[in-house]
């Protein structure tokens, strides 16, 4: 678990490491006088009733260019009411349903028909050419 204030210390190589050369902290470990709750889990001693004291709070960091940044607030824009739509005009009468149904086929058969008589005229016209130019080969014909 990473201390609360790990970004608040000073580099490792900068602190200052306590040192005992005659083992005094140790002596008092063994005696049982200092316990494991006299420190933090830093190591550090704590205050008596086992919390460690209470660091002061560090201030906010300065907002950053884009957070101090303001939006002006967007109005809608005001528009005049739409005009009333017109009422709209009453259908036409169905009238016969057969009729109806019929009319959209009656189209369509009209439709083939017109085009199987522009087939059946062109085919007429190539097939009166062949006969002309058949006609026109047998009076050349030398005999």
């Given at each position: 678990?990473?201390?609360?204030?790990t970004?608040?210390?000073d580099?490792?190589?900068?602190?200052?490491v306590?040192?005992?050369?005659?083992?005094?902290v140790?002596?008092?470990?063994?005696?049982?006088?200092?316990?494991?709750?006299d420190?933090?889990?830093r190591?550090k001693?704590?205050?008596?009733?086992?919390?460690?004291?209470?660091?002061?709070?560090t201030?906010?960091?300065?907002?950053?260019?884009y957070?101090?940044?303001?939006?002006?607030?967007?109005?809608?824009?005001?528009?005049?009411p739409?005009?009333?739509?017109?009422?709209t005009?009453?259908?036409?009468?169905?009238?016969?349903?057969?009729?109806?149904?019929l009319?959209?086929?009656v189209r369509?058969?009209?439709?083939?028909?017109?085009?199987l008589?522009?087939?059946?005229?062109r085919?007429?016209?190539?097939?009166?050419g062949?006969?002309a130019?058949y006609?026109?080969?047998?009076?050349?014909?030398?005999p």
């Amino acid at each position: 678990m990473v201390p609360r204030d790990t970004g608040q210390r000073d580099e490792r190589s900068s602190r200052a490491v306590p040192f005992d050369p005659e083992g005094r902290v140790w002596a008092l470990v063994r005696e049982r006088v200092i316990v494991s709750t006299d420190v933090d889990e830093r190591m550090k001693p704590c205050v008596p009733g086992g919390e460690a004291p209470a660091s002061p709070p560090t201030p906010p960091p300065p907002p950053l260019p884009y957070q101090r940044q303001v939006r002006p607030p967007v109005l809608p824009p005001v528009l005049p009411p739409p005009p009333p739509t017109p009422p709209t005009p009453p259908r036409a009468p169905l009238g016969s349903v057969a009729v109806n149904v019929l009319r959209g086929e009656v189209r369509a058969l009209e439709a083939q028909n017109a085009a199987l008589a522009k087939l059946v005229r062109r085919q007429d016209h190539v097939i009166s050419g062949f006969c002309a130019l058949y006609t026109v080969d047998r009076e050349n014909v030398r005999p």
